[in-house]
């Protein structure tokens, strides 16, 4: 009977015996469950492979909701895609994370992408497809996975081809979601973005006349690598007030929290001023190079007004120098520019009555870049726009500048270059000839407190004239061009107070007789 209980079991309803359904073993569920899961993948792999894309896409988010209601996961994936909208512009964290993710690749990944990247001569590693790195951040653990969603081979009649999606999925535990809502996404970005700057190639822009044929042409930047090797190491100065601003540079790139506290745009403004060939442009390279910024090299006459001159500060970029070179002349040349136009308009004003077209064309060139526009770019409200920034105007002639242009504000530091002094030669003779001491050094030391030389002139006389020339007759040249310079410079002086003295009134007793007579004659 015992065994009878245990096998069948009294139907309810007419009271006679069913078997009893056997409980399923362990090995029973796995194989059942495994089977229903072959089944479904092996249909879930003939969809994917016959379907069209638009019907696959609808199963692939059905089986995803299917799966992870069979087997809740409980991770997190959020998918960074390559091209956001439209395809029309690259989405700017999939880069930040591609160099932030190139930094991480651990010495065991082994799928990895190697492009010529913009740092010169240079590969670039980044994971490849279906490659996976592991992150950790505040002692959690994240998983980015490299991945893409295969594009259709079919020929699409939108503008852009339907090509691989390229994204990154980031997979944590959902006990994580706070903190990477809060942090880690924060700090991937950030640092992902510094990589970027690190590493990129620095460029040189300059902004010329855009298509000559075009009837409102327009000036636009155009660009170089920068490649100019000035260091505040090479530079021939003052060695106390070199520091000063190196110093001063450094602050600035690393204030970014400082200003926006006290609610300042973070740029600031630098005035070089002093002779020609005195380091003026070399320094604007060397202030690049410290702080490893883009440089724009602003020429203000070939901007057609302050609307032109808006547009082309909007566009320059985050981490740059604006420079305007020799900004005495960049005013003067405009204001010049139109009185010679008005001179000959006048002369020939027969002559273009005829030619009205060139006439035209000619008024269009016309920079109307005012005192106002200028200062609205250094410190009008979208000048703070795009992050950090310097911005350099050099000259010749600091007198010649309206004060409101230069002051403290707008430029906030300035720095005269002069003359060459013993110290700055000092600096010249280890760059040009390896040179720290020599026993003529205290001639030249001497030399160098009465006379007024460039340092782009004592570089020339430094530079080896031949490739046996030694270092001693390098300095020689020197000292001869500073003893030649210093009799030019006293010569001067002396017709100068000639000049300058008042007549000698002479005694008509005191003249010799043979210059009265002269004189006399003369008159005849
Ligand atoms: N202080 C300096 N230290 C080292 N080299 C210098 C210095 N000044 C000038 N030179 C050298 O002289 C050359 C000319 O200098 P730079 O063009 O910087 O002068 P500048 O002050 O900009 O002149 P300008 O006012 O005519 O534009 C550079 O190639 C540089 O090598
Ligand atoms: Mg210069």
Redesign the pocket.
């Known amino acids: 009977m015992g065994s009878i209980t245990r096998k069948y079991k009294m139907n309810r309803n007419d009271g006679k015996a069913v078997p009893r359904k056997k409980p399923m073993t362990m090995t029973e569920i796995l194989t059942s469950t495994s089977s229903t899961l072959a089944t479904i993948m092996f249909a879930w792999s003939i969809i994917r492979q016959y379907s069209p894309q638009g019907l696959r896409q609808y199963f692939q988010t059905y089986f995803s909701k299917f799966m992870d209601y069979i087997y809740p996961s409980p991770y997190v994936r959020i998918a960074i895609y390559e091209f956001v909208g439209d395809r029309f512009s690259r989405n700017k964290a999939f880069a930040a994370v591609e160099a932030y993710l190139s930094d991480k690749l651990s010495d065991d990944a082994k799928r990895l992408k190697a492009e010529v990247g913009e740092s010169k001569n240079n590969f670039s590693l980044s994971m490849d497809e279906y490659e996976r790195v592991t992150d950790e951040y505040e002692n959690a653990e994240f998983w980015w996975t490299s991945s893409k969603i295969a594009g259709s081979a079919t020929k699409s009649l939108s503008l852009y081809p339907d090509t691989d999606r390229r994204f990154y999925q980031l997979k944590f535990h959902k006990k994580h979601r706070e903190l990477v809502k809060e942090s880690y996404l924060k700090h991937v970005l950030k640092e992902g973005k510094e990589i970027r700057v690190n590493r990129r190639r620095r460029k040189l822009y300059t902004n010329g006349t855009g298509n000559r044929w075009l009837i409102h042409r327009s000036t636009t930047w155009s660009e170089v690598y920068f490649e100019h090797p000035a260091s505040f190491d090479t530079i021939g100065m003052d060695p106390i007030k070199k520091q000063e601003i190196i110093e001063d540079l450094l602050t600035f790139s690393q204030s970014k929290e400082y200003y926006a506290r006290i609610g300042k745009a973070w740029k600031r403004g630098y005035l070089l001023y002093g002779p020609p060939g005195t380091g003026?442009?070399t320094m604007i390279a060397a202030m690049a190079n410290l702080l490893n910024y883009d440089v724009y090299d602003l020429e203000l006459t070939a901007v057609k007004d302050n609307t032109e001159l808006r547009k082309l500060l909007i566009e320059t970029t985050s981490k740059s120098i604006i420079v305007i070179?020799?900004i005495d002349c960049s005013l003067e040349f405009t204001k010049q520019r139109k009185i010679v136009e008005k001179k000959s308009s006048n002369e020939e004003k027969e002559k273009k009555k005829a030619i009205k077209e060139p006439k035209k064309e000619e008024e269009e060139v016309k920079s109307k870049v005012t005192l106002s526009g200028l200062l609205n770019f250094i410190d009008g409200i979208w000048s703070a726009c795009g992050g950090e920034r310097l911005i350099v105007f050099?000259t010749n002639h600091l007198e010649k500048l309206d004060p409101a242009l230069i002051r403290r504000g707008r430029m906030d530091k300035h720095i005269e270059l002069s003359y060459c002094s013993y110290e700055a030669f000092k600096v010249l003779a280890k760059n040009y000839l390896n040179v720290e001491t020599h026993e003529l050094f205290e001639e030249i030391k001497e030399l160098f407190n009465n006379v007024k030389m460039s340092p782009a002139d004592v570089a020339e006389n430094l530079m080896p004239k031949s490739r046996e020339e030694a270092e001693e007759h390098a300095l020689r040249r020197l000292i001869g061009s500073l003893e030649e310079t210093k009799r030019v410079a006293e010569e001067k002086k002396k017709e100068k107070s000639k000049e300058t003295s008042p007549p000698k009134i002479v005694d008509e007793k005191e003249r010799p007789s043979e210059i009265v007579k002269e004189e006399e004659s003369s008159l005849e």
């Open positions: 003026k442009s070179e020799d050099t």
